[in-house]
């Protein structure tokens, strides 16, 4: 009896094999495939003997182009004992298609019950895997073989085809495939080895027509598709693949040849954007392709994403021949990205003619000089110079090359004005550059000629204002004034010049309400409140402006403003409240060399080190040449004794700014790392203005010491102090008086000094150091001053321990020692102090074991190592006491003559 629930589901009986197959006949002509597998499997799982189930699901994965599916069931078949003559045609093709060229190899093309056609067949695949297994001579012989087969079949004529190929007769094999091709037009085997000797006979046109007619008749058949779409591609037939591109994606989206094929049609197409995406998932899938790389980099150029361009376009550079217009794309994208330096670096590969390069070399020079790099600047200034001839070039060269100090920058912009008498920035430009050259007149005269050659605007009219301004004539300046009102001409400009006009003639009350009645109108003009500021700084009376420029930025977080209060703030002395201000700002290379600047300089007032270090070697990332980001770093470094570390940022900004201060910034490195040589070749160059600075006046002070001639170093020593009292010149000074032996000079110097500078730790510590001497006393009181600024200072300590203990005040003394010691606890001298001190309070195993905890190092001094040795001895450690003195040698007599005392008085 049957369980009811699975009668209800199943029946009463499994199906037979036969029951399984005649349900996967009638799926699969109704075209349901995967149901047909289905039964097709429940057969083979009812009988998995059965070798008939497996060869007709074997034949049904052929014919779906599942061919490794088909392989493994059509082996099997043959395994089980199914007629080879009927399975090895169809494994044939499963070996070819899988490419098992061995096991097609193996195939025995003999096999009885095959007919001539189907060993034909069998043996056209065997003959190409051993073709493609390069066993020439066994592919030969087999074709001999089958040719005396009777047979009109046309894998007959295609081993015909093949021995004509072997023995490189292409076209007597072009023409027996042609000759098939009317046989048989829709055999596969047919279409591809024609389409192969076309292309072997260098007919690309023919070998695409065959693959596309292949492709047809076949269009399930992936692979051969890929390769007519390689064939089109290369032939920049790009319209006609892009269906055969799309139908592949939509089988594989993420395959890398094919986004680079989709790529190349977008981007003819001008379909840049979704070219870009197809190169991004082409190489994040492998591609690395540089031909997917540049294409890639020229996309991401014309969607003018500079960041993408430079990332593909650098990858590949080095691969670009010189003069390539990926490289202009580079390094034009380069100086988007504000890498200035890699953009001169690709730029110094532009070769030939150069006419159209003329603006790229502009810009690069411009944002090389902003950054600091004047060789690089220079270099391509001087390329561009014969290229430049329209006004807008000639006025850009002009105002480079007057940054480099190149006088024929005036010739430039002369020209330029003279080209195009319009543009107010040439005109600008050539005004200022005679006004810097200390040409008045030459200044006046061309804004004169501007103002006849532009007489309805007022450009002309304030230059000539401001030039009378800074020439005293303030009569001239009004009536240029007076007339540009007239003109009814709103511009800002006219509103500065009227409140320079105001300064000069000391109305400051008028130039304060200008101001406020140009901010009333334009809160937001940087310029106009920045004027105000200064006025009322030189009144004292800034609160207010600082209030509008409060108000303002809460209403409109504008960044010029932002910079500006924080400017603000800091000349107010309140340094915190201006660091606040720029704490929000994010650090990037496109922010102003002012944030820069400023922050750095809040940063060192406020004593942050960690934090200044960090945003000087941010800004030095950026701009690695500027000269106040290198200027700020060895300041830092400086304070931090790190002067090698100094020497390198210093010689690195060299390399691109021969800048005379950063010369004399290494000549003073070299001078602290003692190598006075260098630091000599540098100074004595200079000129007598520049020997006259007191900075260089301290080197020459400090080099002159380090030779031996301190006397000789006293008058630059002390320029150098007068300019600058800071703590490092105070010991400078005070050193080239010792060594001069005037130790009274230097003792009167050092008093003078701490008098004036009472936060000099350093300078207060030499006095006193110097005053044990001469008054004791006196020496103690300004050790105990130091040490309320300094609790921790563990030389005061010492020495102050060591002083009570000689006046015989022990306890103060123990006190200010045990302190010096925890601090310092491997400090010798130290612990020496101590330990004496608690000989004097009868505490000799205290001071034993102090004496103990420094015993297994290195004692440099000989009176501490002759100290303990002294204690060893009165406490009976003589062996111990014996075989220290015979492992020191003493250098110092004093030290001799107490080893060998102690040595008689203990009979050693």
Not at 166 to 191: F, H, S
Not at 434 to 444: E, I, P, Q, S, W
Not at 624 to 643: C, F, H, K, T, W
Not at 875 to 887: D, I, M, S, V
């Amino acid at each position: 009896m049957c369980v009811i629930v699975l009668a209800a589901t199943t029946g009463c009986s499994e199906k037979s094999v036969d029951t399984y197959l005649e349900e996967a006949r009638a799926k699969a002509q109704q075209g349901d495939v995967k149901a047909a597998v289905i039964e097709y499997k429940n057969a083979i799982k009812r009988d998995p003997e059965a070798p008939l189930p497996r060869f007709e699901l074997g034949k049904l994965y052929l014919e779906n182009k599942d061919f490794a599916s088909a392989e493994k069931e059509l082996s099997k078949a043959r395994e089980l004992g199914y007629s080879a003559s009927q399975v090895l045609p169809l494994l044939a093709q499963s070996y070819q298609q899988t490419g098992a060229e061995n096991a097609l190899a193996d195939v025995d093309h003999t096999t009885q019950g095959m007919s001539s056609a189907e060993r034909a067949e069998v043996g056209f695949y065997k003959v190409q895997a051993l073709l493609e297994l390069e066993k020439e001579e066994e592919a030969l012989a087999l074709i001999e073989e089958l040719k005396a087969l009777d047979t009109t079949s046309v894998y007959k004529g295609l081993l015909s085809v093949f021995e004509d190929a072997v023995n490189e007769n292409m076209e007597a094999a072009r023409d027996r495939a042609l000759a098939l091709y009317e046989q048989a037009p829709l055999n596969k085997d047919v279409l591809v080895q024609l389409a192969r000797l076309h292309l072997a006979n260098d007919d690309m046109d023919k070998a695409t027509a065959t693959y596309k007619e292949y492709v047809q008749a076949f269009p399930d058949d992936l692979p051969r598709q890929f390769t007519l779409v390689a064939l089109l591609i290369e032939q920049r037939k790009l319209d006609d693949a892009e269906p055969y591109v799309d139908d592949l994606l939509a089988a594989s989206e993420n395959h890398p040849i094919l986004n680079q094929y989709k790529g190349l049609i977008a981007a003819s197409q001008g379909n840049y954007e979704l070219a870009l995406s197809r190169f991004e998932t082409a190489v994040q899938n492998g591609n690395a392709d540089p031909v997917v790389r540049l294409v890639a980099g020229y996309a991401a150029y014309q969607l003018q994403n500079f960041a993408g361009a430079k990332k593909h376009l650098s990858m590949i550079a080095s691969n670009l021949p010189d003069n390539h217009p990926g490289l202009r794309m580079l390094a034009h994208s380069l100086l988007q990205q504000g890498d200035s330096e890699d953009a001169y670096e690709v730029m110094s590969r532009f070769e030939g003619n150069l006419e159209n390069d003329v603006a790229l070399f502009s810009s690069a020079s411009l944002q090389l000089l902003r950054e600091g790099n004047v060789v690089d600047a220079r270099a391509l200034v001087d390329k561009t110079a014969p290229l430049s001839d329209s006004p807008q070039e000639l006025a850009k060269l002009g105002v480079l090359q007057l940054s480099l100090n190149d006088v024929s920058g005036l010739v430039n912009l002369e020209a330029a004005v003279e080209g195009a008498p319009d543009s107010v920035a040439a005109q600008s430009a050539l005004i200022r550059a005679y006004l810097m050259a200390g040409d008045t007149a030459k200044a006046r005269d061309a804004a004169q000629t501007w103002r006849t050659k532009a007489p309805d605007s007022i450009e002309p009219l304030l230059a000539l204002a401001n030039i009378a301004i800074d020439a005293g004539q303030t009569e001239q300046a009004e009536s240029y004034i007076s007339e540009a009102i007239q003109s009814e001409q709103d511009a800002p400009q006219l509103t500065y010049t009227q409140v320079r006009l105001a300064i000069a003639t000391d109305s400051r009350k008028e130039a304060a309400t200008l101001l406020t009645q140009r901010l009333d109108a334009a809160p937001d003009d940087v310029t106009a409140l920045a004027m105000l500021y200064a006025l009322k700084r030189e009144d004292g009376n800034t609160a207010s402006v600082i209030s509008r420029a409060q108000q303002q930025l809460a209403q409109s977080d504008d960044l010029r403003l932002r910079l500006l209060l924080a400017r603000m703030q800091m000349a107010e002395q309140k340094p915190k409240q201006a660091l606040t201000l720029l704490k929000d700002i994010e650090a990037s290379k496109d922010k102003p060399l002012l944030f820069w600047q400023l922050k750095g300089q809040l940063l060192i007032a406020l004593n942050d080190v960690d934090a200044a270090s960090a945003h000087y070697r941010q800004w030095l990332d950026y701009y690695p040449q500027n000269e106040n980001a290198v200027s700020g770093m060895v300041l830092i470094l400086d304070a931090q004794r790190r002067y090698q570390d100094a020497l390198m940022f210093v010689e690195k900004a060299l390399a691109k700014q021969p800048n005379p201060q950063l010369l004399i910034l290494k000549a003073y490195f070299h001078t602290m790392l003692n190598e006075t040589q260098a630091a000599w070749d540098i100074i004595k160059p200079l000129s007598q203005e520049a020997q006259s600075l007191p900075f260089v006046r301290g080197i020459r002070a400090r080099l002159l010491v380090k030779d031996g001639q301190p006397k000789a170093a006293i008058p630059h020593a002390l320029a150098a102090y007068e300019s600058r009292s800071n703590p490092m010149n105070a010991v400078l000074v005070t050193a080239a008086y010792e060594l001069s032996e005037r130790p009274q000079d230097a003792f009167a110097f050092l008093e003078q000094h701490v008098d004036g500078h009472p936060d000099d730790t350093r300078a207060a510590m030499l006095l006193a150091e110097r005053m044990i001497a001469r008054d004791k006393d006196e020496a103690m009181s300004t050790y105990e001053t130091i040490l309320q600024k300094t609790p921790e200072n563990f030389v005061v300590l010492n020495n102050l321990a060591y002083l009570y203990f000689e006046k015989g005040e022990t306890d103060r003394a123990a006190t200010l020692a045990q302190r010096a010691v925890e601090l310092r606890p491997e400090n010798a001298d130290a612990v020496d102090t101590l330990a004496q001190i608690r000989l004097a309070q009868g505490r000799d195993k205290d001071a034993l074991a102090l004496y103990k905890t420094i015993s297994g190092k290195d004692i440099a001094n000989e009176e501490v190592y002759l100290n303990h040795v002294e204690l060893l001895l009165k406490t009976g450690n003589t062996a111990l006491a014996k075989r220290r003195l015979e492992e020191r040698k003493f250098t110092l007599p004093a030290s001799q003559q107490r080893a060998r005392a102690l040595s008689e008085r203990y009979s050693l």
